[in-house]
């Protein structure tokens, strides 16, 4: 492989935003038959290497080479021309638009007559869903399929075209296990077909699983090019944000013996099957499950967002009706969804603007906003996050992705309530991020207030949380203390995989 030539490579590659050097003499060597993970913190230039590479944009100094000769990639259709597929970590699909149009928006099939060849398409969309090993119709109109399925469309898009280079922006960060592993497989025969690969991801298990060698950003720059050695998660971390991190998860335990919210029996319309949970005061209650299982349902239901059916909550000891997600939000129930792509943020707000929009009425007396209490309360959040600076002066359009969804959960902690759901809150933000979210998490239940934690991180949902509730087809399976479980059995009760062999208490 040494005495391969690059499909691609940047030589010295700067690209500058207003205020920012995103990409800094950037070096790197895509080969063919080879995944190469790109690692870095949140803001640290990868996406901007790939919408370099995707002729989003174009570099203002450096050179791209195509098999060793330098190109220009005047725009996205001259990438696809040259073999290049992306994904996006935003999403490109268009929800009115059914899933088979979507993998062929721009690309699709025609008949002699020149006139779209809707037969045909509809059969290639579910060629290429079969070939992913994903049941999705492709008649479904893709706004209706959940975010984890709308990823798979995006990804679906990428292969339907015959690339030579596919680049995946934070690809699984809506996936769960089960997905993440079908799609690693289909990378491994693509690679072994000869295909290059660049890949980004926040979760780091995953990438020591999936790639071949490693380029870590730090600032714009380059700091560790790994070529093909094996690729070790501590050295990787150690290199992201330039020192020792110590400890992954630091779990506080104070959860006690009051019940705070229960939900006995509750059903909705959009999945809810029957649902009972109990959650105390200062306890993380974890809801684990494979993607689509039902518990972002779950989620929505205790926060108003879809009515119930069927059974009752009790907050505090006494039946609640949530109406709305006002009503929700009145009683103290906060939720940090897990769908912040499209609808967490108000883009053309600055960072105070997002953080402070969810409890508005503590930072107004009288009617009129306290602005400065507003901006103290953003610096607290930016410091304590490590929110990119530039979040106080800039609209949220022109932060990175990990940055855009700290602001987002900045909003919902900042908020006065007692019960937080937190979605998937630390898809896709860097691992200092994260650890800034578990501290969070744990002075929330410090003071007493209780988080329902859904993760499809299992080492992340294990080690956060006291108890975990697994959930299958709407419903709780069954209830575990966190500290019974192993990866292995979460895997395996959420999947439906028989034995269970510690003690275990059906709900
Ligand atoms: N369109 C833009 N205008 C101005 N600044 C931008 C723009 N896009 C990105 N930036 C800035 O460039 C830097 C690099 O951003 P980039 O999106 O490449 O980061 P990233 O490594 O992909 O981060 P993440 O892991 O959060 O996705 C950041 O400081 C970001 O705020
Ligand atoms: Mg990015």
Not at 210 to 237: F, M, Q, Y
Not at 303 to 332: H, M, R, V
Request: proline share 3%; glycine share 8%.
């Amino acid at each position: 492989m040494a005495t391969q030539i690059p499909l691609w490579e940047f030589e010295k590659i700067c690209k500058a935003y207003p205020g920012v050097l995103a990409n800094d003499n950037i070096c790197i060597k895509l080969m063919p038959g080879s995944i190469h993970g790109l690692l870095g913190e949140n803001g640290c230039g990868k996406s901007t290497m790939i919408k370099t590479l995707s002729g989003v944009q174009q570099p203002d100094s450096g050179k791209i080479l195509h098999k060793g000769k330098p190109v220009h990639i005047n725009d996205p259709q001259a990438a696809r021309k040259f073999g290049i597929a992306t994904v996006f970590q935003e999403f490109s699909i268009v929800p009115t638009l059914s899933v088979a149009e979507n993998i062929f928006l721009g690309n699709m099939p025609r008949s002699t007559f020149g006139t779209i060849d809707w037969a045909r398409m509809r059969d290639d969309a579910s060629a290429v869903l079969a070939e992913m090993n994903v049941h999705i119709s492709p008649d479904a109109i893709t706004g209706t399929l959940s975010v984890g399925e709308q990823q798979l469309v995006e990804i679906a898009k990428a292969i339907a075209i015959d690339a030579k280079m596919i680049i995946l922006d934070e690809p699984t960060a809506a996936l769960g296990e089960d997905e993440i592993e079908r799609l690693h497989q289909l990378l491994r025969t693509m690679r072994d077909s000869g295909t290059a690969i660049l890949y980004v991801s926040h979760r780091l298990d995953e990438v020591e699983r999936i790639v071949d060698e490693v380029t870590i950003l730090r600032n714009g720059r380059v700091v560790r090019a790994s070529g093909e050695t094996k690729i070790n998660v501590s050295e990787i971390v150690n290199a992201m944000v330039g020192e020792d991190i110590g400890e992954h998860y630091p779990k506080e335990f104070n959860a006690t013996d009051e019940i705070v919210l229960e939900a006995r029996d509750i059903s909705t319309k959009f999945g809810v099957s029957g649902a009972s949970i109990t959650l105390h005061k200062g306890e993380v209650l974890g809801l684990g499950g494979v993607l689509g299982s039902g518990r972002t349902e779950i989620a929505r239901a205790l926060f108003g967002t879809d009515k119930l059916t069927k059974g009752t909550i009790y907050l505090n000891g006494k039946p609640i009706q949530l109406k709305s997600e006002i009503d929700a939000i009145c009683s103290g129930i906060a939720l940090v969804p897990e769908n912040r792509k499209f609808d967490g943020l108000f883009f053309n707000f600055r960072a105070s603007g997002n953080i402070t929009a969810a409890s508005l009425r503590s930072l107004t007396r009288f009617g009129v906003m306290n602005l400065q209490a507003e901006e103290i309360a953003t610096r607290g959040f930016i410091d304590e996050l490590e929110i990119s600076t530039q979040a106080e002066e800039k609209t949220v359009n022109f932060l990175s992705g990990g940055n855009q969804q700290k602001i987002v959960i900045a909003r919902w902690l900042f908020s006065d309530a007692q019960i937080f759901i937190l979605d998937e809150p630390t898809q896709g933000i860097d691992i200092g991020a994260k650890i800034a979210v578990y501290k969070l998490i744990n002075e929330l239940t410090r003071v007493g207030k209780s988080v329902i934690l859904i993760s499809s991180d299992h080492d992340e949902l294990l080690a956060m949380s006291d108890q975990i509730a697994v959930v299958q087809h709407g419903t709780i399976r069954r209830s575990v203390k966190a500290s019974e479980l192993t990866h292995d059995d979460l895997v395996r009760a959420s999947t439906n995989i028989p034995e269970l062999n510690r003690e275990e208490k059906i709900v």
